[in-house]
């Protein structure tokens, strides 16, 4: 599946994939600074960033599965 068809516009999949995978990362990075885990992390900006990607990492792979 290359194309997600919304209303006759087609957009790519992976940008679909990729606004789930930051809906989750938003969720994830307000219960990580919720439970005060960001204090144990060494650079704030790099960790969100490879959350972000191990988010989207499942997403695609969700999505893989599921089709």
Do not use: Q, S
């Not at 439970?35 to 990492?57: E, I, K, M, Q, S």
């Amino acid at each position: 599946m290359a194309d997600i068809d919304l209303y006759g516009v087609f957009v790519p999949a992976l940008l679909v994939w990729a606004v789930v995978a930051l809906l989750v990362n938003l969720v994830l990075r307000r219960l990580i600074g919720a439970l005060g885990l960001y204090r144990l992390v060494w650079h704030r900006a790099l960790f969100d960033l490879c959350l972000y990607l191990v988010c989207l990492g499942g997403v695609v792979t969700l999505a893989g599965r599921l089709t």
